[in-house]
């Protein structure tokens, strides 16, 4: 006696559902490519060659290995370099977001943004002063004193990661003076 839910296609190991859920998957995928989804992949940079000056920042080691991973060799000298990039400064700042009735914190602000400028080695003028910002916003309690310290270091690690992507979409919109 045949299952009504199964029906023929038992013997053969084919569901008949088939077909329905690849249609699913198939809209899906083309609803997906359609919006402009893609994977976070290397940046679009139009120079190889970067040469960076200005004082160490707490994001410099993590740009340097985001510029190596996208093909872009930072140069020790400005003749060698299709770009110059100053890191003018950075700021970390945490600030009391409220307190409750007895006075007590019970959220903080951190607050993180560099500052930095490019320009062609060939231009003696450096473009307009950029800023980027990251913001985020934690409960604390000083009960859970240990655990707030990590969530604190945690979040400025994600903010600083969040400048430097943002400063790599930056020098995406970089084009040469030719084009």
Do not use: H
């Amino acid at each position: 006696m045949q299952n009504r839910l199964t029906g023929s296609n038992r013997l053969t190991g084919q569901s008949r559902f088939t077909k329905p859920a690849l249609a699913l998957v198939l809209l899906l995928s083309f609803t997906l490519a359609a919006c402009g989804f893609q994977l976070r992949g290397v940046a679009d940079l139009s120079f190889k060659t970067l040469y960076i000056q200005g004082g160490n920042l707490s994001i410099s080691r993590e740009l340097n290995q985001s510029l190596k991973t996208n093909g872009i060799q930072v140069v020790k000298e400005v003749a060698d370099a299709e770009l110059l990039l100053e890191m003018l400064g950075e700021i970390n700042e945490k600030r009391i977001l409220s307190l409750s009735g007895g006075g007590v914190v019970r959220e903080y602000e951190l607050n993180y943004s560099v500052k930095f400028r490019t320009r062609a080695p060939a231009n003696p003028i450096w473009s307009q002063v950029q800023t980027v910002q990251a913001r985020r916003d934690f409960s604390y309690n000083d009960n859970a004193l240990l655990g707030k310290l990590d969530e604190e270091a945690n979040l400025v690690i994600d903010m600083r990661r969040d400048a430097v992507r943002e400063v790599l979409r930056r020098l995406t919109a970089i084009k040469p003076a030719n084009q």
